[in-house]
């Protein structure tokens, strides 16, 4: 039997001539967040609020001018409108515009152990600017490794970026509205809200950096777009480099140069990050036998799906499938 027979739909049927996958919504599948804590950030002149490295973060800013630093990047100026979203956990700051930021003795740090406060308040005098902010994690570490190798540190959509950012604010305001009513649920609301927000982040994101490098190169080029596709209909074949630029309409050589410049590694590598990553994605959400699941995404034998998988997460997948939330 075909490994994507049966098991009750759980496989989807395998075909290089379906229709084209949406390469976005394959990727962001293994985004899945938790919503911490909603707070606001008030900021009177000379502030200097530093994040340690601890949670995910979100800010719509809805008064004034904010400068963000992230390690040694130039200042980040965010204004009123304007959604910066931080998908990783670093150190950054949200600072009072100024050139002598990086001379400033005065800081407010927030600890390893996240923001704690309602509101976070740092200056002095009247508050000249304001962020209604969320503090997330993602939840499937494990399974989310490739996708988030493929994704900046932060994203920041300008107020005047179509009408996203106008979207967000809005959408933004739900967690306002729950945070406040407190009513039953309200802590799985706060979690999808903010999960919208995110997606529709990296949706903007992506729709502005077409032709640029990594999973966004390839949906800018039909010719890897059409390889991609098919490889991720069907991750057990045992795909060569050959067929892949077959199927992109593109000689070996030239295939494999286009693909590496698109996507950030070459073809075969990529097929194996896709691989485990789509299995890590049925061993968190599915109870079909690890076996088959190995079987599925093209290994002969759960040995050695074991020992690939373990290789690159450092965890089995029996112990995936047990440390998963039921």
């Not at 001018?65 to 990047?73: F, G, S, W």
């Not at 998908?87 to 152990?113: F, M, N, T």
């Not at 890897?224 to 074949?237: D, E, G, I, M």
């Amino acid at each position: 039997m075909s490994p994507h027979d049966g098991n009750n739909g759980v496989f989807a049927p395998a075909s290089d001539v379906a229709t084209p996958t949406d390469l976005l919504s394959d990727i962001l599948r293994f985004v899945q967040l938790k919503g911490e804590r909603v707070f606001t950030a008030e900021c009177a002149p000379g502030f200097n609020i530093v994040f340690q490295p601890s949670s995910a973060c979100l800010h719509v800013v809805q008064e004034g001018d904010i400068d963000v630093y992230i390690e040694d990047d130039p200042p980040l100026r965010l204004s009123r409108g304007d959604v910066f979203v931080l998908l990783r956990p670093i150190r950054y700051a949200l600072a009072c515009p100024s050139k002598s930021w990086r001379q400033a003795r005065h800081e407010l740090v927030v600890d390893g152990s996240g923001v704690r406060v309602d509101v976070l308040r740092d200056g002095i005098g009247p508050v000249r600017a304001r962020t209604l902010s969320a503090t997330f994690q993602f939840e499937n570490g494990c399974g989310l490794q490739p996708a988030m190798s493929l994704l900046p540190n932060y994203i920041h959509v300008e107020k005047n970026t179509d009408q996203s950012a106008v979207l967000i604010r809005d959408v933004a305001q739900f967690l306002v509205y729950e945070k406040e009513a407190q009513e039953p649920g309200a802590a799985l609301m706060i979690s999808r809200v903010i999960d919208i927000l995110v997606i529709r982040c990296i949706r903007t994101w992506s729709k502005l950096q077409g032709g640029k490098q990594g999973w966004i190169g390839a949906l800018a080029d039909a010719r890897v777009s059409r390889a991609l596709s098919a490889l991720h209909r069907n991750p057990s074949r045992p795909w060569s480099v050959g067929d892949l630029a077959s199927i992109a309409g593109m000689s070996r050589s030239r295939f494999a140069e286009v693909f590496l410049a698109a996507v950030g590694e070459p073809p075969l590598r990529y097929l194996h990050g896709w691989r485990l990553a789509v299995a890590s994605d049925l061993l968190r959400k599915s109870n079909v036998r690890i076996g088959d699941i190995a079987r599925h995404v093209g290994y002969d034998s759960e040995a050695a799906f074991s020992r690939a998988f373990k290789t690159l997460y450092g965890l089995s997948p029996s112990h995936v499938r047990s440390s998963r939330t039921n």
